[in-house]
């Protein structure tokens, strides 16, 4: 699906429109700082004397508390965590958007398992950055961007595609790119690759090397050099020029390990099951166990991420970490 081309969006449907964020986190804080910047009205949603509404203050936008910002919107984006927005929708925006208004959603998981199910009469669009809100932010303000991904769930009003294109455009996504998709693509994709690549799949991959490595008796810290510290080296030359980057700056030592041992690490009991992650996400089964799981009050989710920051490779690490002074302060510990 190719790029859309800025010079056939219409970007500016939003002009004289009343934009309201709710939800002022990462994600929530980039998005109303940028639009601002270009040039759009941005309203604040948030709790009195809450957090959020204090830095959104200090930040001088308009804050007002979230049923009273809804009713002042044109475009609500609804950006709080994934398990807060039904509630959210429910109490706050159900009852006090405007008709005809329109709702954006950065990720398309409450409506793609039925969390949010939108009234009639709004228009429902995503608009998705592909990267976290910090990087949203700094590439706006070095006047570059990052790529969003677009979709429309219900366009009541038949403009429900260009209102989405206007605020990827105030985002600064127009600069990298704007692709095209659906919320279940998107919501799909991204929970995909989320288990199987992104985290799943590359923190079970290194900490799975390193016991390799310590069992065999090597030192762990050597094991913690090659099997977690030097992954930000690839994955940069692939982030910046995908396989052909990365083939082109490592040894030729490297490339034929690569090429004949790679497939044996990725063999076929492993896509079997990368195709049953696949499946779980597609036909509702993760998205129902995570509710569950939310709602039970998140007890074995807790565990299990404890399980994780436990391990001996995070011990290993964090005295490494804490002798290399490159590092942001906050990277040297343990959580």
């Known amino acids: 699906m190719p790029m859309l081309d800025p010079q056939e969006m219409n970007t500016e449907a939003l002009n004289n429109s009343t934009l309201v964020v709710l939800g002022y986190g990462s994600q929530g804080r980039a998005h109303a700082l940028n639009l601002r910047d270009s040039g759009l009205e941005v309203i604040v949603g948030a709790r009195p004397d809450g957090p959020s509404a204090t830095q959104a203050s200090v930040d001088g936008f308009e804050v007002r508390a979230p049923d009273d910002a ?13 398990m807060e927005q039904r509630d959210v929708y429910e109490n706050v925006v159900r009852p006090n958007l405007p008709n005809g208004a329109t ?42 961007g990052v790529p969003c991904l677009v979709a429309v769930h219900q366009d009541a ?88 980057r990365m083939h082109r700056y490592v040894s030729d030592t490297a490339k034929y390990g690569d090429v004949t041992r790679g497939p044996r690490v990725i063999d076929d ?27 039970c009050g998140g007890e074995r989710f807790r565990a299990l991420v404890q399980n994780d920051l436990d391990h001996p ?23």
């Open 157 to 244: 009003s038949g403009d429900g595609f260009d209102l989405s294109c206007s605020y990827a455009h105030g985002l600064g996504a127009t600069r990298a790119g704007v692709l095209h998709t659906t919320f279940d693509e998107e919501t799909e994709t991204d929970l995909f690759g989320e288990q199987a690549v992104l985290c799943g799949g590359v923190t079970e991959l290194a900490t799975a090397c390193w016991e390799t490595l310590v069992e065999a008796g090597y030192s762990p810290e050597v094991a913690y050099f090659e099997c977690l510290h030097e992954l930000k080296l690839i994955v940069d030359l692939l982030y910046e020029g995908g396989l052909e």
């Open 70 to 82: 809804a009713r002042a919107a044109d475009l609500l984006a609804l950006l709080v965590p994934d």
């Open 103 to 144: 709702l954006l959603f950065a990720h398309g998981f409450s409506v793609r398992y039925g969390q949010v199910q939108p009234r009639d009469d709004l228009n429902v669009v995503m608009v998705a950055p592909k990267g976290p809100g910090s990087l949203v932010r700094r590439q706006f303000e070095a006047g570059e």
């Open 313 to 335: 490779i995070e011990r290993t690490g964090a005295a490494l970490r804490a002798r290399m002074s490159f590092l942001p302060q906050e990277s040297k510990s343990c959580p």
């Open 269 to 295: 009991h492993v896509r079997a099951n990368l195709r049953r992650i696949l499946e779980e996400v597609r036909n509702g089964e993760f998205g129902d166990e995570w509710i569950r799981e939310h709602r």
